[in-house]
């Protein structure tokens, strides 16, 4: 089983955005962090879940059981009932990276549950320059 936790972090929403990614697997914790120049914090939640999905498509058997955690309401919204009116592309793309995998179990958690994401997050947002 695999446990992943993703979260993104704009400054001035639109605005540079920090993601972070937190994979617990095997006994291990792997941190994830990258940043985009400009984004909304909601295309931010979908980077992010993006970026921590291709780091499991790479590294992890397809057979595991995943489950994605994310303080975005519209992302676990979206992934839950496959649609987004405003970023069905961003989806799509998440989609495909979490398609080979047996059972992806997407829940929303608070804020207050999601540190190790939303700390990796701030962290990226901090190293833009």
């Known amino acids: 089983m695999i446990k992943i936790y993703t979260d993104a972090a704009t400054k001035n929403n639109p ?16 941190q994830l962090t990258d940043h985009v120049a400009e984004a909304s914090n909601h295309t931010g939640e979908f ?22 955690f ?10 839950g009932k496959n649609y987004s009116k405003h970023y069905a592309d961003l989806l799509k793309d998440l989609n495909k990276l979490m398609q080979p995998f047996a059972t992806v179990v997407t829940q929303w958690i608070p804020e207050a549950q999601n540190h190790g994401a939303h700390h990796l997050a701030n962290q990226a947002l901090h190293q833009i320059k």
Request: no cysteine; aromatic share 8%; glycine share 8%.
């Open 15 to 30: 605005g540079p955005t920090g993601l972070g990614a937190l994979i617990v697997a095997d006994h291990r914790q792997i």
């Open 47 to 68: 980077l992010a879940a993006q970026m921590g999905f291709e780091y499991l498509v790479k590294n992890f058997p397809h057979d595991e059981l995943v489950l994605f």
């Open 70 to 79: 994310t303080d975005s309401r519209l992302l676990s919204d979206a992934v």
